[in-house]
Structure formats: structure tokens, C-alpha cells
């Protein structure tokens, strides 16, 4: 499972490209993603041959790298090592799009729809029982956003309680103890912690539908330069989208392979999926990146990332980082445009001209 920060500072890098006056189209590229349920299908899509398939049919290489640190991934991606990665909507708009990098999400592939969690110890409590009480958590994660969200619907804020910072590797542990009585987490240590006695979920993602995000995101320059990256990562990634969502035993065997890979079962695995929308044919994954909620969604999620100093020390406001969406929407900076929800190639997807 990945790790989802949002990072408290974005890297202070310039982007590690150079900019020849005239489009270069290149042949090899490389990707990368780390362990999370709906990002397993890359790693399949590599070993089986289907990313190779279309990239080979769009005249290119892509090589689809797994590694083992998600906030590592997005720094090599924001550095220059990466033509693309796999990553939240939060992270990259406080890592790559802070850090000077402009980037595109280039697929919106799913988002949290119970995954994510809100924990008391307890039977019978509710969102309003935090109120004065400490909540550990991943300070400045996902988990701290959806905290936000869920003292905002019982009409209260983070100045009603206080939050302790604690890793993901430890939350599990530090829950079990009698001196912590609150948490935010995700699948799968939140599955384990809610199945014990005696503990309420107050709230989780579904609640806020589509405001936690998973996408694979490109490099803007590389992508306008190379189309080809495009068709071939959307081609490969809905074709992948197509095995599993169909009853076969292709379907089958692709699911046991992902949960191998990721460390759990095939029942393990279908239950994390059932918390993840994944969007399963372009069609949906068009209609959620063009629906006008997304950049109602994008401007909370800028509104708490300049709240908490993610946005950079120089960020006057939490339009600071501009954001541009179908249509000619954008959202920010017109000058310092930096995250882009381009549906150009879902769109190809969805009216099968890839």
C-alpha cells in the first residue's frame, strides 16, 4: 500500500529537462507507480506484455517501473527521472506543480470510496464526540484532509481537537494501546482496526466522493511532444481496466496475480477494490474528469494545502498554483499554470480511436 503524503514541502527542484525551440519526438520512456490496489494493474500490464503491446503499436517503448516508496516516486518523477507517475490529486499539486514542474493527469483512474476512515473507540459515536480529544494520524496526508472534511460536516474544525503525527507503519500499534482513543487511516491498516471490538467509523471517503483522487500524471513538455505516450499509457491502461471487469478466467488470473503482488489475497484484494471507484471503461473515467465538480474539488483541495504550507513559502493564496480543466477552465494562475486534467486521451479511449 502506498504511502500518500502530501508533502509539507515541495521539492526545490527545477525541472531537469531542456527546452530545444523545436518539438523532439523521443522513442523511450519511463513510468513509475508503487503498491496501492488500483495502481496494480500497471505492474500487470508490464509483466503480461499489454504495455509493451501498445506501446509498440504507437512506435515507442514505455518501461513500467515499480518502486518501493510512493513519495520517493513523485520527487524522481518532479526531478526528471520519470516521464510519469502514478499518484494523488493532493500530491500533485503540492509536489510536482509547487515544485515548478508542469504536469498533466493524463488518467484519472479512480477515486477513495471508503478507504480511507475515521476511527473512535467506542460503540455509538459519531464525528462530534472529537471535539477536545487528540486524533493520531499521518499529520498533512490524505488521512489530515479527510479529518478536515469530517469536523467540517459536524460543524466543527481542527481547532477542536488536536492531532498527533504518526506513520502509517505505526498507527496500527499506537491504536491497539489504551492511551489512543482516535484515528484516521487507510486500507489496509483501517480494515484491520474498524473489525475490532468496540470501535466506530464516524466517517470515511465515501462521504466525500471523488475528493481523493488517484491518476497517472505525465510531464506536460513530454507529453505535448509525444503524443504517442499518451495513446499508449491510456491504451494499456483501459485494456487492463477490461480484464478485470470482465467474468472470465482471464479476469481471474489477473486478480490473483495483482493480489500476489501486492501482499494479500484474491479475497483480500476484492475487498480493498470495493472501496476504490475505479472508473472501468473510458467512458467513466471521461465523465468524472469532465463533470464541473472537478475543479470545485480541486479548489478545496488547494484552499487545504495553502492552510497547511503546502503550497510553497511564497504562496500568497491558494490560487497560487494555477490549474486548468476541460473546457478552458482554470482555476489560479493563468501565469504559473502547473497541474492540467487534460481528458484528450480518455476521450480518444472512449470514442475507441486509440
Given at each position: 500500500?502506498?504511502?500518500?503524503?502530501?508533502?509539507?514541502?515541495?521539492?526545490?527542484?527545477?525541472?531537469?529537462?531542456?527546452?530545444?525551440?523545436?518539438?523532439?519526438?523521443?522513442?523511450?520512456?519511463?513510468?513509475?507507480?508503487?503498491?496501492?490496489?488500483?495502481?496494480?494493474?500497471?505492474?500487470?500490464?508490464?509483466?503480461?506484455?499489454?504495455?509493451?503491446?501498445?506501446?509498440?503499436?504507437y512506435g515507442i517503448n514505455v518501461d513500467v517501473v515499480q518502486l518501493n516508496?510512493?513519495?520517493?516516486?513523485?520527487?524522481?518523477?518532479?526531478?526528471?527521472?520519470?516521464?510519469?507517475?502514478?499518484?494523488?490529486?493532493?500530491?500533485?499539486?503540492?509536489?510536482?506543480?509547487?515544485?515548478?514542474?508542469?504536469?498533466?493527469?493524463?488518467?484519472?483512474?479512480?477515486?477513495?470510496?471508503?478507504?480511507?476512515?475515521?476511527?473512535?473507540k467506542g460503540t455509538g459515536k459519531k464525528v462530534a464526540d472529537l471535539k477536545?480529544?487528540?486524533?493520531?494520524?499521518?499529520?498533512?496526508s490524505v488521512s489530515h484532509y479527510l479529518l478536515a472534511r469530517a469536523l467540517?460536516?459536524?460543524?466543527?474544525?481542527?481547532?477542536?481537537?488536536?492531532?498527533?503525527?504518526?506513520?502509517?507503519?505505526?498507527?496500527?500499534?499506537?491504536?491497539?494501546?489504551?492511551?489512543?482513543?482516535?484515528?484516521?487511516?487507510?486500507?489496509?491498516?483501517?480494515?484491520?482496526?474498524?473489525?475490532?471490538?468496540?470501535?466506530?467509523?464516524?466517517?470515511?471517503?465515501?462521504?466525500?466522493?471523488?475528493?481523493?483522487?488517484?491518476?497517472?500524471?505525465?510531464?506536460?513538455?513530454?507529453?505535448?511532444?509525444?503524443?504517442?505516450?499518451?495513446?499508449?499509457?491510456?491504451?494499456?491502461?483501459?485494456?487492463?481496466?477490461?480484464?478485470?471487469?470482465?467474468?472470465?478466467?482471464?479476469?481471474?488470473?489477473?486478480?490473483?496475480?495483482?493480489?500476489?503482488?501486492?501482499?494479500?489475497?484474491?479475497?483480500?484484494?476484492?475487498?480493498?477494490?470495493?472501496?476504490?471507484?475505479?472508473?472501468?471503461?473510458?467512458?467513466?473515467?471521461?465523465?468524472?474528469?469532465?463533470?464541473?465538480?472537478?475543479?470545485?474539488?480541486?479548489?478545496?483541495?488547494?484552499?487545504?494545502?495553502?492552510?497547511?504550507?503546502?503550497?510553497?513559502?511564497?504562496?500568497?493564496?491558494?490560487?497560487?498554483?494555477?490549474?486548468?480543466?476541460?473546457?478552458?477552465?482554470?482555476?489560479?494562475?493563468?501565469?504559473?499554470?502547473?497541474?492540467?486534467?487534460?481528458?484528450?486521451?480518455?476521450?480518444?479511449?472512449?470514442?475507441?480511436?486509440?
Open positions: 500500500m502506498r504511502v500518500r503524503f502530501l508533502a509539507a514541502a515541495a521539492v526545490a527542484l527545477s525541472l531537469c529537462f531542456s527546452t530545444p525551440s523545436f518539438a523532439q519526438a523521443r522513442k523511450d520512456f519511463k513510468v513509475c507507480w508503487t503498491i496501492y490496489a488500483g495502481w496494480m494493474p500497471w505492474g500487470y500490464a508490464k509483466t503480461q506484455g499489454i504495455m509493451s503491446k501498445w506501446a509498440k503499436k516508496d510512493y513519495i520517493e516516486s513523485i520527487n524522481q518523477y518532479t526531478a526528471g527521472k520519470f516521464d510519469g507517475c502514478a499518484m494523488t490529486n493532493m500530491d500533485a499539486l503540492t509536489i510536482p506543480a509547487t515544485g515548478g514542474v508542469d504536469s498533466t493527469a493524463l488518467i484519472v483512474s479512480d477515486y477513495s470510496n471508503g478507504n480511507d476512515g475515521v476511527l473512535i477536545g480529544q487528540s486524533v493520531n494520524l499521518v499529520e498533512l467540517e460536516s459536524a460543524g466543527m474544525s481542527e481547532r477542536d481537537i488536536k492531532t498527533v503525527n504518526t506513520s502509517d507503519a505505526d498507527i496500527s500499534g499506537a491504536f491497539a494501546t489504551s492511551a489512543v482513543h482516535n484515528a484516521v487511516t487507510w486500507n489496509p491498516m483501517l480494515a484491520d482496526l474498524k473489525a475490532k471490538p468496540n470501535v466506530s467509523e464516524v466517517f470515511d471517503s465515501s462521504r466525500i466522493p471523488g475528493e481523493i483522487m488517484d491518476m497517472m500524471v505525465v510531464n506536460t513538455k513530454t507529453l505535448h511532444d509525444n503524443p504517442a505516450l499518451g495513446k499508449a499509457l491510456t491504451g494499456a491502461w483501459f485494456e487492463m481496466m477490461q480484464t478485470m471487469h470482465t467474468a472470465s478466467p482471464g479476469s481471474d488470473a489477473a486478480l490473483t496475480s495483482m493480489a500476489k503482488a501486492s501482499g494479500t489475497d484474491l479475497a483480500g484484494y476484492k475487498a480493498q477494490l470495493s472501496t476504490t471507484a475505479l472508473f472501468y471503461t473510458p467512458q467513466q473515467a471521461l465523465d468524472f474528469a469532465t463533470s464541473p465538480n472537478m475543479p470545485k474539488i480541486m479548489t478545496r483541495v488547494a484552499q487545504f494545502s495553502f492552510d497547511h504550507g503546502l503550497l510553497g513559502k511564497g504562496a500568497a493564496n491558494a490560487g497560487a498554483v494555477g490549474m486548468a480543466f476541460d473546457n478552458d477552465v482554470v482555476v489560479g494562475s493563468k501565469g504559473n499554470l502547473k497541474l492540467r486534467f487534460d481528458p484528450t486521451y480518455v476521450r480518444m479511449a472512449a470514442q475507441g480511436k486509440l
